[in-house]
Every structure is written in C-alpha cells, then in structure tokens.
C-alpha cells in the first residue's frame, strides 16, 4: 500500500484528537459545573494537523521542536473551526479552566502523535513499521481508559464528599468546589462522620481485625510455607500443588453454612469469628507466596546454621525470617488489604453497630436516612489508608510476588 504511512499518520491523529477533547472537556465540566460540549471533529482535524506536522517534523532531535510547532498548529485551526469555543463555552466564563484545558488538550495530543508516530513516514511502510503503530495506539488508548476508570469513580466521590447538601440537591452533576465559603464547610461531612455515625469505632474495629488476621497468617504460613519448601515428607508435592484449592469455592458458598455453624456455636456477631474466617482464606495465598521465596534461599546457610548448633527453629528464626523480610512484608500488606477491604463475611456475621468493620459501616449509611455526602466521605475513609499503605509499600509487593518465581 503506497500511501499506508499517510493513511497511519492521519488516523492516529484523528484518535488522538477526538479521544483527547472529550477528557479534556468531560474533565472540565466536571471541574468547573459548566456544561461543556467538546468540538470532536474539529479536535480530530486539529489532531490529523499535529500528526503530519510531527511526521514531517521527524528526527528523535527534533521532537520537542515538532511538538510545539504541532501544538501552535492545532491551536490555530481548532480555534479556527470552533470559532474560538473549543469546548463551547464563552471564554468569559471559567476562562482559567477553559485555559488549562485547553493546554492539555494540545500537549496531550501533541506527546501523543509524537509517541505513537516516532520513526513513521508518509510514504510505504513496512507491515513490522505498521503494526508498532498500532500497537502505540492501543497501549496508549488503554493507559487512558484504565487511568479514567480508576481516577473518575475516586474523584466523583472525593467532590461528593466535599460538596453540602444543599448543592447536591441544586445540581448533582456539579462537582465544582465553591472555595469562597471556607475550609471549615467542606469537610463538614468527614466531621460528622466521626461525631454522629461512630465512624471512629469502625476505624479502630477494622485496624485491629487486619493487624490481627496479619498476625495469625504469619503465625501459621511462615512454618508452613517453610515445611514445604524445605523438609521432606509424604504428599509434600501434592500439598503444595493444592494450596490454592479453597480458591475453587466461591465465598458466596461458604458463608451460609459457616453462618449456621457459628450461630450454633455463639460466634455470629462477634469478632472471634471474622478472626476464624479471615486467616482462613488468606493463609493460602501466603503459604503459596511464601513457599517460593523460601526455595530460592539458599539451603547452604540454613545448613551451616545447623551445623552451628541452632535448632530447625532457631534457623527459622535467626536466618530464613531476616532473609525474608522483604516476602514478609509483601505477604502482610496483601493480607492486609484482604481484611480491610472484605465486606461479605462482615455483613453476614455483624450486626452490632460497636464491632462494625470499615466496610460494614460505610454499608450502614447507604440509607435514605444519611445525606449522600457522608456515605462518600465514609468511602474516602476507607479507601484512603489502604491505598496510601500500598503505595508505601509497593515495591516490597512487587519483590515478594516475583521472588521464587525464576530458578536458576
């Protein structure tokens, strides 16, 4: 096909340019509570501009070069086409924003046609030259939609819990924050939270019920991950192949008949028995995770322990244990997230409002008894901790999931 690069250059820049106005404007609407209607035709005729100008542009020296001239382009003929409304909007109303839309809106198109078009021609490409473009656009059409999936749902409900009931009931499209009525207001709903719903108590419930199933799950995975990955016994291989079996049966399948057991035994409505149910569906997972690590230590030091005198304890210990911090620490935030985040077992379990878990409590104010804005603030609370503890400890996660998982 003579023309393929051509072809390539203008889709992709037509992609980039609809694909782009529309978050730009969705964002800003969002932002601003102005109904903004993107232009994408003329955004994806601003985009094909761009992409020719950074093909024609070329050369890895000059790709900064290219993209401000790509960008002064797109500006003029989007301002063109829209009569000066890109998002069509008076620019006298949130100009500000209006602004720093569209900004992005140019930087964002012009990072991405030179990104995906590097090396493209508008001439004859080869078929390996054409599929490197297509796969650019893909990966970054699905960096984009994975990024809007995770921040609008956490951004809808951050501005929701900011906002009062007032001008939720007024507009509920409007996530717009009005800073002009102080700090104080806006986090009126996290306040009242902690003095009329008791939210404090459920925090302190769900801290200690993970910090506790932690604890169990190490207390039992750690000799048991070790047993497998380093004695020998009869069915070793098959425990260790069918660890993970339990995962077979869906959770929906065992709370009924755990719910029925622990009734008879006293254990509904009390935390001894979410303390039962946790580490038994995260014990697994760690002894499976754990296991690998333990093999890729080496024997040869757990020997010399031996030698030395130190009990198969004292080896667990003074030498597997230090070594496998990082495993530790991987393991005890996944196990973590399990607990806190778990809300099936919770519910079915607690119906005392003084031993609610997080996630139980946040369900309680899903009612129309509670205003909207505090059912989002109890959301942030929950999602918050968690998230910045994973964020905190990522890279031991990613260690620890990987560790075992290459011999040689």
């Known amino acids: 096909m003579p023309y ?67 960008a002064a382009v797109m500006f003029v003929v989007l301002m063109a086409i829209t009569f000066a409304a890109p998002f069509s909007l008076p620019l ?11 900004l992005a809106f140019l930087g964002s198109v012009s990072f991405a046609n030179a990104a995906c078009l590097k090396g493209t021609t508008l001439g004859a490409m080869t ?26 749902p956490f951004y809808v409900m951050v501005m929701t819990s900011l906002k009062s009931q007032q001008s939720l009931l007024g507009n509920p ?10 700090i104080a207001p806006l986090f009126r709903s996290y306040v009242e939270l902690f003095t009329k719903y008791n939210f404090g108590t459920y925090l302190t419930v769900s801290a200690v019920v993970s910090v506790a199933t932690v ?22 291989s098959m425990l260790s192949r069918s660890i993970l079996l339990i995962y077979m049966v869906p959770a ?24 039962i149910v946790y580490p038994a569906t995260t014990i697994p997972v760690a002894l499976y995770m754990l296991q690998g690590y333990f093999r890729g230590l080496p024997a040869e030091l757990e020997e010399a322990g031996l030698m030395d005198g130190l009990t198969r304890m004292g080896v667990i210990l003074k030498i597997t244990l ?14 973590f997230m399990i607990a806190w985040n778990e809300f ?14 997080l996630s139980r409590g946040v369900v309680a104010l899903n009612s129309s008894e509670v205003p909207r804005q505090h059912l989002m603030a109890g959301a942030v609370i929950a999602t918050v901790p968690v998230l910045a503890i994973f964020l905190w400890f990522e890279r031991f996660l990613v260690q620890g999931l990987t560790a075992g998982s290459v011999k040689g």
Do not use: H
């Open 215 to 236: 604890l169990l799950t190490l207390l039992f995975s750690v000799p048991g991950a070790y047993a497998v990955s380093r004695l020998r016994f009869p069915g070793r």
């Open 344 to 357: 099936l077992f919770a519910f079915m379990f607690l119906d005392d409002p003084d031993i609610f878990t």
């Open 127 to 152: 078929r390996y030259d054409r599929e490197v473009v297509y796969i650019r656009v893909f990966k970054g059409l699905g960096f984009v939609l994975f990024t809007i999936m995770v921040a609008l």
């Open 92 to 102: 006298e109303r949130a100009s500000l924003f209006q602004a720093v839309a569209l």
């Open 4 to 70: 393929s690069g051509t072809l390539i250059t203008v889709l992709t820049g037509a992609i980039w340019g609809a694909v782009s106005m529309i978050v730009c404007g969705v964002t800003l609407t969002l932002v601003t509570g102005e109904i903004a209607i993107p232009q994408v035709g003329a955004a994806a005729l601003a985009g094909i501009a761009s992409a020719l100008v950074v093909v024609l542009g070329g050369g890895l020296g000059r790709i900064v070069r290219s993209m401000l001239i790509s």
């Open 252 to 275: 929906i399948v065992l709370v009924i008949p755990l719910y029925a057991v622990f009734s008879q035994l006293g254990l509904r409505n009390s935390l001894i028995g979410l303390l």
């Open 173 to 182: 499209l409007d996530l717009s924050i009005d800073l002009s009525q102080g």
């Open 322 to 335: 230090p070594l496998s911090l990082p495993a530790l620490a991987s393991v005890s935030l996944y196990v």
